[in-house]
């Protein structure tokens, strides 16, 4: 069995399944990024939840915006009572899917437990 450390290695956490949306088993999907690229062809996921610590692979069947989240349908997943036990897992993706950023441009978690400095110049 794999340890979590080597699960999240190279993933990044992009939202959290916050609730259900009606009754045919979609999902709220709270992002944790505004870079709706990563939203366009997602799919395959790995989805984590930190308070039961259990993790599952996961594919996404569709996904759509609505307002400030996106409503998600997991494959397999055809009712709300199912689609309940889905809530408060964090979804992760692999890195690599990542659109690219310009020069100047870094996604949070490369900023993680790095030093940087800002210079100040005076006139």
């Known amino acids: 069995m ?10 990044v956490a ?3 399944l916050s609730n259900t949306h009606g009754l045919e088993g979609e999902l709220k ?4 990024t505004n870079e709706k690229k990563i939203f366009n062809n997602l799919m395959d996921v790995l989805l984590y939840n930190p308070k039961t610590k259990r993790f599952l692979y996961a594919k996404f069947d569709s996904i759509r915006k609505a307002n400030k989240l996106y409503i998600v349908k997991i494959y397999g997943v055809e009712n709300i009572s199912t689609a309940q036990r889905y809530k408060d897992f964090v979804v992760y993706v692999s890195k690599d899917i990542l659109p690219e950023l310009s020069n100047s441009e870094f996604y ?3 900023l993680l437990e790095k030093r940087f400095f800002t210079m100040m110049v005076l006139m």
């Open 2 to 11: 794999k340890r979590l450390e080597d699960l999240l290695k190279d993933r």
């Open 14 to 16: 992009i939202g959290k």
């Open 29 to 32: 999907l709270f992002p944790f």
């Open 108 to 110: 949070y978690f490369q």
